[in-house]
């Protein structure tokens, strides 16, 4: 059935992309962390600072899990929406950025903005220090059920 | 006291209703989720996956909701990311969006985002999706599918709970670094100081 479907916007689709035209992208070479981009810019589980690093690293793992949109957000404060990885197109598949969720990378890819929103596409990993945002010494952990009570 | 910043935090953040009105905002039967520059939105677009409208690579199934999606509004040509459908489980929206992949469709949700507080998305704002209707069709579905997937993609995984704690590539990573991703030892001193 849904593939169906997908067969027959084929053709709708191409006339979608024949009218507004592709976003110019830029080559990049960008510095910095793997973040989850719903708790970033909602809200939802606080202010920004205590929901990236290892504070939110839990939480983090969940959202990319669940397919929301993985960010980097550089050291100038820019945030790129990820939409490949390393070759992969499939980074709302809950696997693929899961093991550099919260790290601080360095990547070279293609950057994109589009109606207000930076995205990168990541060709390639330069290098990845791990998690160094150490957030859990200031804000513990967010939300508090990331780490449940091993008493309880 | 880590936990009463946390609280504070969330306090301040809830205590200061951001909801807005905008240009689609009138028609829209979306609920407030209480977040930062939240502005209820009901408009019509296309469903497709932004590496497609970013880089002209489209394949014809959007990518079967592995892709990240979104909604290219009609009235402006504007591309909205969807980031979030309707269920509070830590769930993006591509699943609930690629079965319409090049098709129009009425979206119902929550625009979201104030670049006074978080500034490094620019002008733009994410899109949370609470019901997607195909034009043609009567009624709107919620965008609540992204659970009921796991579960079928994940057939033999047992225990109870939310999804989320009993994911096996969450679990294999927790196992591996820690909840803090650390590693082990972070993880066990942290639970001799808060616990």
Known sequence: MFRKMAFGAGLALAALIAGPAAAQGERVQVTGEMIDTWCYFSGVMGGPDAVVGSAHHTCALWCAAGGIPVGMLTDDGTVYMVVKWEGSADVADGETLLSVQSHRLVADGIAYERDGINYLVVEKVVADEGIVNLSHEDFGVTPPFSFPDPNK | ?195
């Open chain 2, 1 to 195: 006291m880590k936990r009463m910043i946390f609280a504070a935090a969330i306090l301040s953040l809830t205590a200061t209703p951001t909801l807005a009105q905008g240009k689609y905002s009138a028609d829209s039967q979306a609920k407030s989720w209480n977040l930062l520059g939240e502005e209820k939105a009901r408009f019509e677009g296309v469903a497709i996956d932004a590496l497609c409208v970013l880089t002209g690579d489209c394949p014809a199934d959007c990518g079967a909701g592995l892709r990240q999606m979104g909604i290219l509004r009609n009235d402006d040509g504007a591309f909205l990311l969807a980031n979030k459908n309707t269920q509070p489980a830590f769930t993006g929206a591509t699943v609930d969006l690629a079965p319409y992949c090049g098709q129009a469709v009425e979206i119902d949700g929550l625009l979201v985002g104030d670049k006074d507080v978080t500034p490094g998305l620019g002008d733009g704002r994410l899109l949370q999706i609470q019901t997607v209707r195909l034009l043609g069709e009567e009624k709107p579905k919620k965008a609540n599918l992204w659970t009921k997937d796991w579960a079928k993609r994940n057939p033999d995984v047992g225990g109870k709970g939310p999804w989320f704690r009993r994911d096996p590539k969450v679990t294999a990573e927790i196992e591996a670094n820690g909840r803090l991703g650390l590693g082990a030892e972070a993880d066990q001193k942290f639970i001799e100081e808060n616990f």
